[in-house]
């Protein structure tokens, strides 16, 4: 299963040019994406919060129809993160940090190390 993340506020957004662009802006900004819905089940879910990112399609669907993961009643996924190019340094260092951190609920979670609040992903990864 292809799992898809992205930094803070840049939700990737597709329409079409008939579309108009400020509502469809303001509907997609209330509406989860898989990542986001990832950061919620870590906040509801205590047994979610063991798991890295890539961990959990094995014990957790996405229900894309709701935007929340749910617990897997049945089958097997493995997991995989989208591509990042080093030259997207964010979102590079973002998906080294997701492979890393376990059950984090919020961006700033992931760029949490010994109680140090990181301002960028890429500093965690130099200390």
């Keep these: 299963m292809k799992l898809s993340y992205h930094l803070p506020g840049k ?7 008939t ?4 509502e469809l802006s303001e509907k ?17 879910c205590e047994f979610a919060r063991q798991f890295i990112y890539t961990e959990i399609p094995p014990y957790f669907t996405w229900d894309g129809q709701n935007k929340q993961w ?16 080093i030259k997207m340094e964010p979102e590079y260092y973002m ?10 609920k919020s961006d700033e979670d992931i760029r949490t190390y010994k109680d140090v609040v990181y301002e960028t992903y890429k ?3 130099i200390y």
């Design 11 to 17: 939700q990737p957004l597709c329409f079409e040019d």
């Design 19 to 22: 579309q108009n662009i400020d």
């Design 28 to 44: 997609k900004a209330n509406e989860d994406f898989m990542f986001i819905g990832f950061l919620k089940l870590n906040q509801e």
């Design 70 to 85: 749910k617990l897997r009643e049945r089958g097997f996924y493995i997991g995989r993160m989208n591509y990042a190019s």
């Design 95 to 104: 998906k080294i940090l997701l492979g890393i951190v376990c059950g984090p």
């Design 123 to 125: 500093e965690i990864l």
